[in-house]
């Protein structure tokens, strides 16, 4: 049985009296350039945010990016390295550790979006700084434009 903190930090876990390792969900995403844009979306808290989600037991996280985009936007992807990682504290109790992958996608096929988003949209990279999105997917996006990944 897990004993955490207090229910207020349910991402410390007790391991010995008086010691907590802070265990986290991954989350794996990619800023997918498609023709000078990047398709973003739109989830149950009005954020935009990069394509990708929870990688699984056991599961690659190259893999976990690519069956997600696939999954989120119809696409298959060529996924190539990490280029940024960040703890997202959605809620103060809800933490969760993000990796950003570099994706491209050379296909003619116009994305679409699942039923876990509200809305996609292709937005040009200097456009995500007005955007209602957390401040690690931007760094990713501009790590990425910063790599000559996107124009």
Same mark, same amino acid.
């Given at each position: 049985?897990?004993?955490?903190?207090?229910?207020?930090?349910?991402?410390?876990?007790? #391991?010995? *009296?008086?010691?907590?390792?802070?265990?986290?969900?991954?989350? @794996?995403? &990619?800023? +997918?350039?498609?023709?000078?844009?990047?398709?973003?979306?739109?989830n149950e808290r009005d954020e935009w945010e990069l394509?990708?989600?929870?990688?699984?037991?056991?599961?690659?996280?190259?893999?976990?990016?690519?069956?997600?985009? #696939?999954? *989120?936007?119809?696409?298959?992807?060529?996924?190539?390295?990490? @280029?940024? &990682?960040? +703890?997202?504290?959605?809620?103060?109790?809800?933490?969760?550790?993000?990796?950003?992958?570099?994706?491209?996608?050379?296909?003619?096929?116009?994305?679409?979006?699942?039923?876990?988003?509200k809305e996609l949209a292709l937005v040009r990279p200097e456009d995500v700084a007005?955007?209602?999105?957390?401040?690690?997917?931007?760094? &990713?996006?501009?790590?990425?434009?910063?790599?000559?990944?996107?124009?």
């Open positions: 049985m897990l004993i955490t903190r207090s229910p207020a930090e349910p991402y410390l876990v007790r #391991h010995d *009296e008086g010691w907590f390792e802070y265990q986290l969900p991954v989350s @794996v995403k &990619a800023v +997918v350039a498609w023709r000078g844009r990047l398709p973003l979306l739109r394509p990708g989600g929870k990688l699984e037991p056991g599961e690659d996280p190259a893999s976990c990016v690519e069956r997600e985009i #696939h999954e *989120e936007l119809g696409w298959h992807t060529a996924v190539g390295e990490p @280029v940024h &990682a960040w +703890v997202y504290e959605i809620f103060p109790h809800r933490h969760v550790f993000v990796v950003t992958y570099l994706a491209t996608y050379d296909g003619d096929e116009d994305p679409t979006f699942s039923h876990e988003h007005r955007l209602s999105m957390p401040d690690g997917y931007r760094a &990713a996006v501009a790590a990425a434009v910063a790599r000559k990944h996107v124009a």
